[in-house]
Structures are given as structure tokens and as C-alpha cells.
């Protein structure tokens, strides 16, 4: 999806013009994919407009740059204010949010340690990600013939950019052949998630997601859906799933913050359908959230 420009990026602490966000070309993340990011969003709602989860998605970067030995100049809370600083600055009411945090200018080789740390933040404007028309009648998708990374190769429980090369082949794939999404397979051939999001599927009623061992990152988006699966009294479970449970599901539906809740409704030319009652109650009630209109998960809200 294209970027709208907007007026200011915040890098290192300072509020810079667009046009002049750049890096060096011997920036090491650039060479060797050497950085950690976050998808965030902020909503419009009548109450204002807030940003879901920022603390959790920061926390969760700063966990990504702990794996990599990464010491990030910022604290979670400074990286918050941040934010919500550069939202304003461009006077959006919704917007996609891009942290990263990746090594810079100043060292090359594969040893990384030496190289300084810089941070950005990034705010566009950005509608859904597999479209409107997903979010409603749900996608066709693809098991891709590239599998996940198992972590002993890269630890999928980080957020790193160089990781999402293997994202991106299955993306290609899948598009290139007629579908809207892909599904990866773990390093095990066991089912683990989408390009770019977590995978849950419903049979006979109960919701079964894959394992942070089937080399799943584990989603800030997702994290909200068991909450809401134990509220509204909704069995959950983590399960390792062959591909023909996804095959025979009754329901199934994708998760992430810039698909959000995405239904399945065809995967490798089987037919699941339209999205079934416990999506659309999972559905119904987080978009109720993210809207503001729904008290009981207000401090997932953190208004700008």
C-alpha cells in the first residue's frame, strides 16, 4: 500500500522534516537487516483519538532489541511520549505508527555490537491492510511453500527487520498466485501463522491459535482476542495444528494491528465460508474497543 506523506518523523530524539528522514548507505541495518520495529495504530473515536496498546508495543520492541543485543538510547516511556508527539505534530486523528530501532552509520561486518543505535518514529495515514472488503467477507489464502524460521535459526519471538525477507517470499508467492494472504508452516511443517499475523481457527466451538513454539510471534492484537475469548466465556486454546485442521475449520480468521481481525474464507481452494458467529462476536467487539466505546478494556486505550 503506498505512503501518504505527512510533515514530521521523529529520529533520535527530534522532530525532522519528512524529505529529511534519510540514513547513510552504509547504514548496517540497511546491509544486514540489522533493526527492530513495531505496527501500531491510532484511532479517531468521539472521545479523541488514542493509540491501542503503545506502552504493551513498546515494551514488545524493547524486548526485540534485548534479543539482539541492542540497547536502545530511549525508555519505553520516552519512546510513549514520543508518539503521541509526532502524532500531534502532524495533526493526524488515525494513523499507522512505525517504531524502529536499528543500527546506524558508523561500523560494517557481522559483528554488530560496535555500531551505534538509532530510533525513528514514522506516523502515516493507512486504511486496512487486506482491505475493507476482507475485514467483512474474509480472504482467500495460500499455505506457502516457504516455511517459517525455526528458532535456532532466528528467534521468531523478535520483531527484526531482516526477519521479514522470509515474510515477504511468502507474500509474493501467495499474491502472484491469485490469493490475498499467505499462511506460513513452522519449521516442523505444523501450522504457525500469516505473512504478517497471528492464525486462530474454530471447530465445534472452540478458538485454537498455534504455539509460540511453532515459531509464532507472539501478537499484541491476538493477546486482545484471548482476553476477550476468556471474558465472554469463549474457549481458547493454543494447539499444534496440522494443515487439514485449518482445511475442515468451521471458522477461521487472521490477527494483527494492521489487518486487525481478519476473516478466512478459503484456504488452498477449500471452501470455509462467511465469517461464522464466534469471528463476528470476536470481531464486533474488538472493533467496539479500538472505537472507544467499550469501558471494560479502557486501558488498552492511551489517549494522544
Not at 55 to 64: C, G, K, Y
Request: aromatic residues 8%.
Amino acid at each position: 500500500m503506498p505512503i501518504t506523506e505527512v510533515s514530521k518523523i521523529w529520529m533520535n530524539g527530534q522532530l525532522v522534516d519528512w524529505q529529511d528522514a534519510q540514513v547513510h548507505l552504509l547504514t548496517h541495518a540497511l546491509h544486514y537487516g540489522s533493526g527492530v520495529f513495531e505496527g501500531i495504530r491510532a484511532y479517531d473515536t468521539r472521545k479523541g483519538t488514542h493509540v491501542f496498546r503503545l506502552t504493551d508495543h513498546m515494551r514488545r520492541l524493547e524486548r526485540s532489541a534485548k534479543i539482539y543485543m541492542m540497547d536502545m538510547p530511549f525508555s519505553v516511556e520516552e519512546l510513549a511520549a514520543a508518539t503521541k508527539e509526532v502524532i500531534r505534530a502532524n495533526g493526524l486523528e488515525s494513523c499507522y505508527i512505525r517504531p524502529i530501532v536499528y543500527r546506524g552509520y558508523g561500523e560494517m561486518g557481522l559483528f554488530p555490537l560496535k555500531a551505534p543505535v538509532d530510533v525513528a518514529i514514522a506516523v502515516w495515514p493507512w486504511g486496512a491492510y487486506l482491505g475493507d472488503e476482507g475485514i467483512e467477507h474474509g480472504i482467500r489464502a495460500k499455505i506457502s511453500s516457504f516455511r517459517r524460521f525455526g528458532p535456532n535459526s532466528m528467534p521468531p519471538a523478535a520483531k527484526a527487520t531482516g526477519q521479514y525477507i522470509n515474510s515477504s517470499l511468502a507474500k509474493v508467492e501467495a499474491v502472484k498466485a491469485g490469493y490475498e494472504e499467505a499462511i506460513l508452516l513452522d519449521d516442523s511443517g505444523n501450522l504457525s501463522e500469516g505473512s504478517g499475523e497471528n492464525l486462530f481457527v474454530v471447530r465445534n466451538g472452540v478458538v485454537a491459535t498455534p504455539p509460540s513454539a511453532s515459531d509464532v510471534l507472539e501478537g499484541i492484537t491476538a493477546d486482545t482476542i484471548a482476553r476477550i475469548c476468556r471474558d465472554e466465556g469463549i474457549l481458547l486454546k493454543e494447539k499444534v495444528m496440522v494443515r487439514s485442521e485449518l482445511y475442515t475449520a468451521d471458522e477461521a480468521f487472521l490477527s494483527g494491528t494492521a489487518a486487525e481481525i481478519v476473516p478466512l474464507r478459503e484456504v488452498d481452494d477449500r471452501l470455509i465460508g462467511e465469517p461464522g458467529p464466534i469471528t463476528r462476536k470476536i470481531q464486533d467487539i474488538f472493533y467496539s474497543i479500538i472505537k472507544g466505546e467499550n469501558d471494560r478494556y479502557e486501558e488498552y486505550l492511551e489517549w494522544v
